[in-house]
T-cell receptor
Framework: GAGVSQTPSNKVTEKGKYVELRCDPISGHTALYWYRQSLGQGPEFLIYFQGTGAADDSGLPNDRFFAVRPEGSVSTLKIQRTERGDSAVYLC??????????FGPGTRLTVL | GENVEQHPSTLSVQEGDSAVIKCTYSDSASNYFPWYKQELGKGPQLIIDIRSNVGEKKDQRIAVTLNKTAKHFSLHITETQPEDSAVYFCAATSPGYSSASKIIFGSGTRLSIRP
């Protein structure tokens, strides 16, 4: 079946601009996670949703980052006033409750 | 919070030899330890996992061991093959029976298999 999909696969933007990254989880998965992976590092947790609500947003680095999941399926990660340090691969994962997390291919964000 | 240390950062082994990657964790509340393989341009993929009530688990050429007392866990790959070349991540998490939990990843090991 279809796995986790993320769009766009690549995003190049200029410092100060606003970006939105989209995640389509596996159908029926109740939990959805966002991670950020810098070059040569392991993924770092940002936020996860159980249904429509953010169950844990402790990994969001500052208030420029925000994520929504209004209908409990698709999620959007929003970054305001982007900075060069935001450049990374943003990974989305989904799972059934406490089960295995399945990862998407990621969105590579480059802030010039 | 949880901190996961992983070593070595790079590992090169001859095809057919074994590879071992070691990790430590800090939070005794962690009870689930997945290992991920990440190939270039792809997201991490779960290859094996172990729960805190088990000391060892094996799946064909891959095995994991866990020492709860020392907070150490390791990945062992035997009879390595070229397709084993990738970046491997250890991780720790503490999911409840019906609740999800964030995963804390190690920094990764780039494994290269020499033909």
């Amino acid at each position: 079946g279809a796995g986790v999909s993320q769009t766009p696969s690549n995003k190049v933007t200029e410092k100060g601009k606003y970006v939105e990254l989209r995640c389509d989880p596996i159908s029926g998965h109740t939990a959805l996670y966002w991670y950020r992976q810098s070059l040569g590092q392991g993924p770092e947790f940002l936020i996860y949703f159980q249904g429509t609500g953010a169950a844990d947003d402790s990994g969001l680095p500052n208030d420029r980052f925000f994520a929504v999941r209004p209908e409990g399926s698709v999620s959007t990660l929003k970054i305001q006033r982007t900075e060069r340090g935001d450049s990374a691969v943003y990974l989305c994962a989904s799972s059934l409750m406490a089960g295995e997390q399945f990862f998407g291919p990621g969105t590579r964000l480059t802030v010039l | 919070g949880e901190n996961v240390e992983q070593h070595p950062s790079t590992l090169s082994v001859q095809e057919g030899d074994s590879a071992v990657i070691k990790c430590t964790y800090s939070d005794s509340a962690s009870n689930y330890f997945p290992w991920y393989k990440q190939e270039l341009g792809k997201g991490p993929q779960l290859i094996i996992d172990i729960r805190s009530n088990v000391g060892e688990k094996k799946d064909q050429r891959i095995a994991v061991t866990l020492n709860k007392t020392a907070k150490h866990f390791s990945l062992h790959i035997t009879e390595t093959q070229p397709e084993d070349s990738a970046v491997y991540f250890c991780a720790a998490t503490s999911p409840g029976y019906s609740s999800a939990s964030k995963i804390i990843f190690g920094s990764g090991t780039r494994l290269s298999i020499r033909p």
